[in-house]
């Protein structure tokens, strides 16, 4: 499967483990990640097909050329349901696991732990499967966001999620009468952003439910992407080439970042450099970086 840096992706898209359909139409989406669906999507009498249906579907999809990422997203480490999950799927070799329910840098150590057993046992190179949890998903979790950072090496980037942490708390709506995020539920956005931050990681903004209202998803994903963010998650493959179009770097931005990059490579010992009569530092060039592998990242062929 392509290897692909966790800051290059900018869509991940949700697909139910034991939806063959779906599955299939998932990997033509052009999402830049799947996340294989265990948890929410699956009923409890349907987890052991949807095991076996993820591992197959894994297995036919690494034998792809530019194939997605895959992320399996497991059941929680207290549902007493993950340690069978990994079982079936870390034998499949997926890139990574997504982590629902994490409260804290504890929980992300203690599937560490888990991960590492399961690449011994199954000759898969240490640390190579990532970890990418869901950070606010209770109300006890959104006092764990400082301890990610330096969590493990396998943490790839932090997810925020509402419609659990609105059932915890007993919020009868997570948005106000425009549609924008309610106070506590834009405070946990924004925390899961400095999180990110301190983490060394990027955030990955949640979901937009109506899948139907195009609209509503192009203003959600530009006030995302403005204040960060560096994907967002997806719950249809119609939301994909929009997420795709938005979170990938205009033509006037890349170029800014490109002539930043070069006046750096200029001067390579500069703490600073002058471009146009404004100041760019350290910081601005990691932004620039970053612009110009997500950009390299969208003009790759989509899978076949």
Same mark, same amino acid.
Do not use: C
């Given at each position: 499967?392509?290897?692909?840096?966790?800051?290059?992706?900018?869509?991940?898209?949700?697909?139910?483990?034991?939806?063959?359909?779906?599955?299939?139409?998932?990997?033509?989406?052009?999402?830049?990640?799947?996340?294989?669906?265990?948890?929410?999507?699956? $009923?409890?009498?349907?987890?052991?097909?949807?095991?076996? *249906?993820? /591992?197959?579907?894994?297995? &036919? @999809? %690494? !034998?792809?050329? +530019?194939?997605?990422?895959?992320?399996?997203?497991?059941?929680?480490?207290?549902?007493?349901?993950?340690?069978?999950?990994?079982?079936?799927?870390?034998?499949?070799?997926?890139?990574?696991?997504?982590?629902?329910?994490?409260?804290?840098?504890?929980?992300?150590?203690?599937?560490?732990?888990?991960?590492?057993?399961?690449?011994?046992?199954?000759?898969?190179?240490?640390?190579?499967?990532?970890?990418?949890?869901?950070?606010?998903?209770?109300?006890?979790?959104?006092?764990?966001?400082? $301890?990610?950072?330096?969590?493990?090496?396998?943490?790839? *980037?932090? /997810?925020?999620?509402?419609? &659990? @942490? %609105? !059932?915890?708390? +007993?919020?009868?709506?997570?948005?106000?009468?425009?549609?924008?995020?309610?106070?506590?539920?834009?405070?946990?956005?924004?925390?899961?952003?400095?999180?990110?931050?301190?983490?060394?990681?990027?955030a990955i903004d949640t979901v937009f439910a109506d899948f139907g209202d195009l609209d509503g998803l192009r203003h959600e994903c530009s006030r995302a992407r403005a204040d960060g963010f560096a994907a967002k998650l997806a719950i249809h493959p119609d939301q994909?080439?929009?997420?795709?179009?938005?979170?990938?770097?205009?033509?006037?931005?890349?170029?800014?970042?490109?002539?930043?990059?070069? /006046?750096?490579?200029?001067?390579?010992?500069?703490?600073?450099?002058?471009?146009?009569?404004?100041?760019?530092?350290?910081?601005?060039?990691?932004?620039?970086?970053?612009?110009?592998?997500?950009?390299?990242?969208?003009?790759?062929?989509?899978?076949?």
């Open positions: 499967m392509t290897a692909l840096m966790h800051q290059d992706m900018r869509s991940l898209l949700f697909v139910p483990a034991d939806a063959p359909r779906r599955l299939a139409r998932a990997a033509q989406s052009g999402a830049d990640a799947l996340v294989v669906d265990l948890e929410d999507s699956v $009923t409890l009498p349907h987890k052991e097909q949807a095991r076996a *249906a993820a /591992a197959e579907f894994l297995r &036919d @999809l %690494s !034998a792809r050329d +530019g194939a997605p990422l895959v992320f399996v997203r497991i059941n929680g480490l207290e549902s007493g349901l993950a340690d069978a999950d990994l079982d079936a799927v870390m034998p499949a070799r997926p890139h990574g696991i997504m982590l629902p329910k994490s409260r804290s840098g504890m929980d992300v150590q203690h599937l560490a732990a888990k991960l590492a057993v399961q690449e011994a046992e199954n000759d898969l190179p240490d640390g190579s499967t990532r970890i990418l949890p869901i950070v606010t998903e209770s109300g006890a979790a959104i006092f764990g966001l400082s $301890t990610y950072a330096r969590a493990s090496h396998r943490l790839t *980037a932090l /997810a925020w999620g509402a419609e &659990d @942490l %609105s !059932a915890d708390i +007993g919020a009868e709506d997570n948005r106000d009468e425009r549609g924008e995020w309610s106070p506590p539920f834009a405070l946990v956005r924004h925390l899961t952003l400095f999180a990110a931050a301190a983490a060394g990681v990027p994909v080439a929009l997420i795709n179009t938005l979170f990938t770097p205009s033509g006037e931005i890349l170029a800014r970042a490109e002539a930043i990059v070069a /006046a750096f490579s200029a001067r390579p010992d500069a703490g600073a450099v002058s471009i146009d009569g404004r100041m760019f530092d350290r910081p601005h060039l990691a932004r620039a970086q970053r612009i110009i592998a997500r950009a390299a990242r969208a003009h790759q062929p989509p899978p076949d």
